[in-house]
């Protein structure tokens, strides 16, 4: 059973500052977290830009093989 002397509005009002102090900190923390985030997001996307643009520049140096066109088609036997 609690004591009557922790129901004293002094004592009430002792909690707000304490609740605004974490509310300030939850806030901090995720503003910290989200900006980890969308930098994580911007290097990642930057790498994988990067590796694209190498990789097609790879493939424009390479020789390409000849295409083979196919002149005439020979129709198939198809026997019922």
Not at 3 to 14: D, E, H, L, T, Y
Not at 41 to 46: H, M, R, T
Request: proline share 9%; hydrophobic share 45%; glycine share 2%.
């Amino acid at each position: 059973m609690p004591s009557p002397a922790n129901n004293s509005p002094a004592s009430r009002q002792s909690f707000w500052p304490s609740i605004a102090r974490i509310f300030v900190i939850e806030v901090l923390l995720l503003l910290a977290l989200s900006g980890a985030v969308v930098g994580y997001l911007n290097w990642s996307s930057e790498a994988a830009w990067a590796e694209f643009n190498a990789a097609s520049k790879m493939s424009a140096h390479e020789p390409k093989a000849p295409v083979q066109t196919v002149k005439s088609h020979m129709p198939c036997d198809r026997k019922a």
